[in-house]
C-alpha cells in the first residue's frame, strides 16, 4: 500500500503561481511513476503530469505545457508540481497517483494509489 498526500492548494489571481507537494508513505516510493490529475467541477479527471521514477521520462499534457513543471526528491518520499502563469482553466482539484509499473502515463485508470486531492482556485 501506498499513501498519498498533497498540499499546497489554494486561491491565486490569474497569472499567479502555486507550487502543490505530495508526501508518500508506504511501500518504496522511489520505485513507482508519479502523475498529477485535476478534476474541475462537472468534467472528468484529466492528466496533468507524470514522471517517472528516475525522473528520466517526464510527460506533461499539451494545456499546461510550458507553465507547469513535475518533480520528485525520492530521498524525501515526495513530488512537486509548480504551476506558473496559472488561468482560471486550472481551478480544479489536484490529485497525485503513483503507477507502479513506472511508465509515467497519462492514462487515469494506469494508476494504482491516488490522494485525497487539494484544491487549487485561480480568479480572473
Known amino acids: 500500500q501506498v499513501q498519498l498526500v498533497e498540499s499546497g492548494g489554494g486561491l491565486v489571481q490569474a497569472g499567479g503561481s502555486l507550487r502543490l507537494s505530495c508526501a508518500a508513505s508506504?511501500?518504496?516510493?522511489?520505485?513507482?511513476?508519479m502523475g498529477w490529475f485535476r478534476q474541475a467541477p462537472g468534467k472528468e479527471r484529466e492528466f496533468v503530469a507524470s514522471i517517472s521514477w528516475s525522473g528520466g521520462r517526464i510527460n506533461y499534457a499539451n494545456s499546461v505545457k510550458g507553465r507547469f513543471t513535475i518533480s520528485r526528491d525520492n530521498a524525501k518520499n515526495t513530488v512537486s508540481l509548480q504551476m506558473n502563469s496559472l488561468k482560471p482553466d486550472d481551478t480544479a482539484v489536484y490529485y497525485c497517483?503513483?503507477?507502479?509499473?513506472?511508465?509515467?502515463?497519462?492514462?487515469?485508470?494506469?494508476?494504482?494509489?491516488w490522494g485525497q486531492g487539494t484544491q487549487v482556485t485561480v480568479s480572473s
Open positions: 508506504g511501500r518504496t516510493f522511489s520505485w513507482y511513476a
Open positions: 497517483a503513483a503507477d507502479v509499473t513506472d511508465y509515467a502515463r497519462a492514462a487515469v485508470h494506469e494508476y494504482d494509489y
